[in-house]
């Protein structure tokens, strides 16, 4: 698992509320990356980080936030949640493999807005 | 856009036989890919990477890559049906490849093995 985990694994809540999703890893690796799967759409990056305090935006970013105070935690924020963003949310870090860098995924958050 | 294809499948195969599962990527200065397996509810899980042309091995399963082409695909040998999963194609877009790249993956292909 890459050493990486995501807290919460399920979550429920209504529109307009404000939901922060953890991605933790033991490892300090540099590069971490929040995706969002939906079907039809595969994975798509939402943020990602260089390193603390250093985030930038993906392809889909409307409406998230992100922050990395510390090297192993990475948090996701939806600020005024919405029907839309009904999802799965997967972490992923990146490691040196050889002659190249590898993702690897956290378990997932199975987020559903009411 | 840079654009990353795959049939969706279902893709049913014998049990034992091989399965072939394919990708087209549209950025030709792309370096490096990646093919990823999902269980279903599960997270993807890293199972080939391949950076340079020709077939790259490990166990039952084989990446080829035809950089030429802009296709890459996976070979799964003695299929079992274990191997029954959602495979997911990823593909570095870019020139370089430090670890900060943001990858572009296909919608996935859902592979069935069939007993």
């Known amino acids: 698992d890459a050493g990486i985990t995501q807290s919460p694994r399920h979550k429920v809540t209504e529109t307009g509320t404000p939901v922060t999703l953890r991605c933790h890893q033991t490892e300090n690796h540099r590069y971490m990356y929040w995706y969002r799967q939906d079907p039809g759409h595969g994975l798509r990056l939402i943020h990602y980080s260089y390193g603390v305090k250093d985030t930038d935006k993906g392809e889909v970013s409307d409406g998230y936030s992100v922050s990395r105070s510390k090297t192993e935690d990475f948090l996701l924020t939806l600020e005024s949640a919405t029907s839309s963003q009904t999802s799965v949310y997967f972490c992923?870090?990146?490691?040196?493999?050889?002659?190249?860098?590898?993702?690897?995924f956290g378990p997932g958050t199975r987020l559903t807005v009411t | 856009q840079k654009e990353v294809e795959q049939n969706s499948g279902p893709l049913s195969v014998p049990e034992g036989a091989i399965a072939s599962l394919n990708c087209t990527y549209s950025d030709r200065v792309s370096q490096s890919f990646f093919w990823y397996r999902q269980y279903s509810g599960k997270s993807p899980e890293l199972i080939m990477s391949i950076y340079s042309n020709g077939d790259k091995e490990d166990g039952r399963f084989t990446a080829q890559l035809n950089k030429a082409s802009q296709y890459v695909s996976l070979l799964i040998r003695d299929s079992q049906p274990s191997d029954s999963a959602t495979y997911l194609c990823a593909v570095n877009p870019q020139l370089t490849n430090f670890g900060n790249e943001k990858l572009t993956f296909g919608t996935g292909t859902r592979l069935t093995i069939i007993p």
């Open positions: 992923a870090i990146s490691v040196r493999s050889g002659v190249g860098y590898e993702q690897y």
